[in-house]
């Protein structure tokens, strides 16, 4: 069966879902998006995703044409139409057609687009041995530049970031904020353990709020182990007992080397394992839509 593309309440087969080239989304990267899973038939975690994009689209002042609840049913609709129950969803609202110049309020009305697909993550062998990481150069946007919060179509500093990692030949890339702490990874949230606590950046630090990392942060304290939001320097990256990355594509992976410097042993902790162990129950025995 051919794939099938949502824009705007019509269904079209992959070679005919095409969008304007006036789309502001393309022209300038004027736009919001939301990379969602689906296991076994449901969506995880599907109201934060929407809520996230419609608060992403409001901090642009960008009006999404549908509610909510209209939003969810047109992802389950699509996902449907695919006959898919296991899938990587991405949910597009870009700003439309319009004139050539930045005025975003020229444009006719935002488009949205639904893709159902699959999505690679990365090889098993890292899950079990973990990944090697590098911190880039590039720093994560200034919250005051561009919110890292709001999860727009203008990736390019976390592009700039991955093209830095892969040219070292890591598979990601830490980067730091402006003020020099840990931020994020170009796609991930970062989390390390220390004295068995787990640490992760603030969101003052210049992060997306990831919903898997507050999957995390929630199956961490209902396991009883402590969880502080602390700004983090590189040096607490070194002497980290473990670490590792949250992501909706990742799920949580583990991080063996940083800039080449082993992790403790350089094999993947007791904490993020059993916290990987949860993630996998959690969203395997998810099948309620
Ligand atoms: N930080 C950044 C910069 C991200 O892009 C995360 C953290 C993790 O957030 P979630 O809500 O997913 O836990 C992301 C998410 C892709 C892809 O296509 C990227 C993400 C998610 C899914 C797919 O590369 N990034």
Redesign the pocket.
Known sequence: MEPKVYINGELYPKEEAKVSVFDHGLLYGDGVF???RCYNGAVFKHSE?ID?LYSSAEAISLEIHLTKDQLKDAVINTLEANNLKDS?I?LIVTRGVGKLGLDPFNCETSQIIIITDT?QLYPKELYENGLDAIIVQTIRNHSKALN?TI?SMN?LN?ILAKIECLNAGAAEGIMLNTDGYVA??????IFIVKDNEILTPPVSAG?????????VIELAKEAGVTVKEVQMTQDDLFEADECFL?????EIIPVANIDGRKIATGKPGKITLSLLKKYQELTSSHSSL
């Open positions: 939301e990379g969602i995703h996230r990587y991405r999505i890292p999860k990736y976390n994020e990874c170009t796609g991930d949230n992060i997306l709020v990831g919903i898997t990392r507050n999957v949250t992501g909706t594509a990742a």
